[in-house]
Nanobody, 126 residues
Framework: QVRLRESGGGWVQPGDSLRLSCAAS?????LGWFRQAPGKEREFVAS???????????DLQDSVKGRFTISRDNAKNTIYLQMNNVQPEDTAIYYC???????????????????WGQGTQVTVSS
C-alpha cells in the first residue's frame, strides 16, 4: 500500500503563488492532483507519469493551464503543483492521487486513481 502525503496548503491572496508537494511512500506510475471545492464534486487538476520530464508526460485541466505547473522528482517519489496567479475559484481541498496502472492515456476520473492522500486546504481570499 502506497501512502501519499500532501503539504504546502494554506491561505493566500488572489494573484499570489503557492506550491503544493506530495510525497509518495513508494514508486507509483501516475501521480496527480484533484481538488474539491465546498459543495462541488472532486475535479481533476493535473497529473504526471513516472517519466515526467516532457510535456507529453503531464496533463493539466484547461482552467489551470498557464497558471499551474506539475512536476515530478522521481528520485524522491515526489510531485509538485506550482500554482501561480491563484484566484478565489481555486479555493478547495487539494488531494494527491496515485495510479499504479501504466495507462496509454492520462486518466482524469477519480475512480481511475487507486491511492488518495488526506488532502490539503488551499484558500484564496483577500
Amino acid at each position: 500500500q502506497v501512502r501519499l502525503r500532501e503539504s504546502g496548503g494554506g491561505w493566500v491572496q488572489p494573484g499570489d503563488s503557492l506550491r503544493l508537494s506530495c510525497a509518495a511512500s513508494g514508486d507509483v506510475f501516475g501521480l496527480g492532483w484533484f481538488r474539491q471545492a465546498p459543495g462541488k464534486e472532486r475535479e481533476f487538476v493535473a497529473s504526471t507519469r513516472s517519466e515526467g520530464v516532457t510535456e507529453r508526460d503531464t496533463d493539466l485541466q484547461d482552467s489551470v493551464k498557464g497558471r499551474f505547473t506539475i512536476s515530478r522528482d522521481n528520485a524522491k517519489n515526489t510531485i509538485y503543483l506550482q500554482m501561480n496567479n491563484v484566484q478565489p475559484e481555486d479555493t478547495a481541498i487539494y488531494y494527491c492521487v496515485g495510479d499504479p496502472i501504466h495507462r496509454p492515456y492520462h486518466p482524469r476520473l477519480p475512480e481511475e486513481y487507486y491511492y488518495w492522500g488526506q488532502g490539503t486546504q488551499v484558500t484564496v481570499s483577500s
